[in-house]
């Protein structure tokens, strides 16, 4: 059996993978409170689900999708998680070693949006298409670029990190990674689904689907909100200046987008494409610009890590 984990800024996800589909899944959400002690809240809850899972000697691969800059087997930099240098690779392996006394199962790590990118391109949104950008809006925005059906890869670090390019300089406020006016800053999934849970009166554990069930509600009933239409408007605003940017570089076919971006595409994407071709943001004009949510949901980062994991 294929596993997948997808580990985010504000869950772990792991599902089994059987023909590029998931059979059985287990999410556990990471609340604030857990990460202090994040590394052992990480282990403790990926052996849990395993054991869930009842997985023990048919494991064959494990693909782990991570929020941050990785090689292989290790977690270089995960500024959402504050982790640095941590071989989670080994330290899984070690624990399986020492529940199951199951030794050197293949353990292998990519970035979460890369995972993202290559499931979306296989079984998803991306595939009828040569030339793509993805990215997933979540606790923060990562990015992977597809050319010519080929994922783009860096030489070294997995690179493409679209979440931090500056879209504002003149801001004060410092992003996790130590930079400023970071795009992750303003257009993040995190950002919006904090300004309307302030606006809406919600607590801290809402979650995006039932946000988006408070939206589509009072959209139903014509019950209009201006603080709720404020927030998208600026949301979607500074959104269209990050993808503007990366159409200028890129110029691809479509952009695909996931994380919980796919619960609010309806309020958001026309507005995004409007402000692009209508705000004088492209170098090369556009009459349309295709943007399309992820297909495989919140399951592609699983998905794609398993990929990867079966990859030579």
């Excluded at 869950?11 to 990471?30: F, L, M, N, S, Y």
């Excluded at 500024?79 to 941590?86: D, G, K």
């Excluded at 589509?216 to 959104?239: C, P, Q, R, T």
């Amino acid at each position: 059996m294929n596993i997948g984990i997808d580990l985010g800024g504000s869950h772990i996800a792991i599902g089994k993978i059987q023909d590029g589909k998931i059979v059985e899944k287990r999410e556990i959400e990471i609340t604030e409170k857990d990460k202090p002690n994040i590394i052992q809240f990480i282990e403790e809850n990926i052996l849990k689900i395993l054991e869930e899972l009842q997985l023990k000697e048919n494991i064959e691969t494990i693909g782990i999708a991570i929020p941050g800059t990785v090689t292989e087997n290790r977690i270089i930099k995960c500024v959402n998680l504050n982790i640095e240098n941590y071989n989670i690779a080994q330290k899984i392996n070690t624990l399986i070693l020492e529940k199951y006394n199951i030794r050197n199962i293949k353990i292998k790590l990519a970035n979460d949006a890369k995972c993202a990118a290559i499931a979306e391109k296989k079984y998803g949104c991306l595939k009828e298409y040569e030339n793509s950008i993805f990215l997933t809006l979540g606790t923060g925005i990562g990015g992977a670029v597809i050319l010519n059906n080929e994922l783009l890869k860096p030489k070294n670090l997995p690179g493409y990190e679209f979440g931090h390019i500056t879209i504002n300089y003149e801001s004060k406020q410092k992003c996790k990674c130590g930079k400023t006016g970071c795009f992750e800053q303003y257009a993040s999934m995190k950002v919006l689904k904090n300004n309307l849970k302030t606006v809406l009166g919600l607590n801290e554990y809402t979650t995006g689907e039932q946000i988006y069930n408070i939206l589509k509600y009072n959209k139903a009933l014509n019950k209009e909100d201006k603080k709720v239409n404020e927030i998208i408007d600026k949301f979607s605003e500074y959104l269209a200046i990050g993808l503007s940017n990366l159409i200028n570089i890129f110029e691809p076919e479509i952009i695909g987008i996931g994380g919980s971006y796919i619960y609010f595409e309806e309020f958001i994407t026309e507005k995004v494409k409007d402000k692009i071709i209508n705000n004088n943001l492209l170098y090369n004009k556009r009459e349309n610009i295709i943007i399309k949510p992820a297909q495989l949901g919140n399951e592609a980062g699983i998905i794609g890590a398993s990929i990867i994991a079966q990859e030579e």
